[in-house]
């Protein structure tokens, strides 16, 4: 039996440690922070998306440059595997209307709950309030082993076969991911990307009158165009400019054009998604002689004050009468985008670990038995269960890959095993002892 370090606590680290446990191998799991999944569990406010229900050649063109690195992973351990494996954890799955896969139950607590309950039947160590600081002193992990700092200062060295590192990116820092791993990896002679924000919110120059009048206000059932990719859903105008999933979607895009112009970039908003410019016009031609340009496009154009006042920004302020052009600006209203907000306040980041550096099962060529798992790798994608998938699978491989290393098959997650006997109480807190 070998002796194995999963460091994070997230869904990666978590599943990482489970195949390791099922393989026989006796894990300890650290975490920097007082209890376990707290990202997860902060998802779970918004329902749990756990995946999402499209073709996978859909499912896996959301992956964009990394989907390629990632196939083999989610072949691994697919969304149809991730539903199994969480009805045998207790917790049966639903498909929305939008094709996103939550928890019935609508909640991460449940679930994570029935998780740690499993990782404590199949003998998983766990440990909370260390914070890893690098490698220690030797030719190889098992000479070395791994150092982690206490809340006092004081250094502890834990000594293991193979470890995997599963420390999450930079977004949502007071979650538990900061980053901090970054220059230790680099140290190393390992090439990482630069970590940067991805489904976050964008700056844009409101007006005072708009921003005072309009901050917290949605955006229902609009699409957002950015060169060749339109993203439809829902926005949030904030205080300094927009967030919700139909401008995360377009994050990378985005980011990626403000960085190379170091300028603001223009995107279109159609705010009326429902009918053509042809309809747009015709409707506003009918609509009702006096009322003022709000009210017809109120009553004609079927707008909310919010719309309107984003039609107002494009337009610098005043619309034009012509029935044509008002329709064309409906549909195509030019808003500027000057920043990306700071990657502490992002859903998630990009960057990481480059997949040149890894194997096919995860491990870092230049550090046999260091593997790594989740956001630690260069990857992104939207909203919408992609995040939490490429998590649980490469969490998976990098679990598998840590058992091959150790000259044992793991067997992956049983999705029909019962965790009903391992389970905490609904009273038991998730925080791991």
Known sequence: ?????????????????????????????????????????????????????????RFMARYGEAAGALATAISVFSPDDLRAWA?????????????????????????????????????????????????????????????FAHADGTVETLKADACVLALGGASWPRLGSNGAWVDTIVAEGVEVAPLRP????????????????????????????????????????????????????????????????????TIEIDLKTAMSAAELASSLARGRKGDSQSNLLRKAAGLPPAAIGILREGAGGKLPHDHAELAHLIKATPITVTAARPLDRAISSAGGIRFAELTDAFMI??????????????????????LLQACFSTGVI?????????????????????ADAAAPSEAETVTPR
Not at 125 to 142: D, E, I, V, Y
Not at 207 to 223: D, H, N, T
Not at 398 to 418: N, T, W, Y
Request: proline share 6%; aromatic share 8%.
């Open 1 to 57: 039996m070998g002796e194995v370090i999963v460091v994070g606590a997230g869904p990666a680290g978590l599943m990482a440690a489970e195949v390791i446990a099922s393989a026989g191998h006796h894990v300890t799991l650290v975490d920097r922070m007082p209890s376990f999944g707290r990202k997860l569990l902060m998802a779970g406010r918004g329902g749990l998306n756990l995946t999402h229900s499209e073709a996978r050649e």
């Open 365 to 386: 060529k230049r550090l046999p038995g260091v593997f790594v798992a989740g956001e630690m790798i260069d990857w992104e994608a939207p909203t919408g269960g992609y």
């Open 198 to 265: 991805t489904n976050c919110g964008f700056t844009v120059p409101w007006s005072e009158i708009f921003r005072a009048r309009f901050a917290g206000q949605p955006l229902k059932r609009v699409a957002i165009r950015f060169g060749d990719r339109v993203s439809i859903g829902e926005a949030m105008i904030t205080a300094d400019g927009l967030e919700g999933g139909a401008i995360y979607a377009l994050s990378a895009p985005l980011r990626e054009a403000l960085a190379a112009d170091a300028g603001p970039v």
């Open 87 to 147: 009805r045998g954890l207790g917790e049966e799955t639903f498909t929305g209307s939008s094709g996103r896969i939550f928890p019935c139950s609508f909640k991460a607590s449940p679930l994570l709950r029935a998780w740690l309950g499993r990782l404590d039947a199949l003998g998983v160590t766990m440990r909370t309030r260390l914070t890893w600081t690098g490698f220690g002193p030797g030719a190889s992990l098992a000479e070395g082993g791994l150092t």
């Open 398 to 418: 990098a679990g598998e890959g840590v058992a091959g290393f150790l000259g044992r098959r793991s067997p992956r997650p049983d999705p029909e095993a019962s």
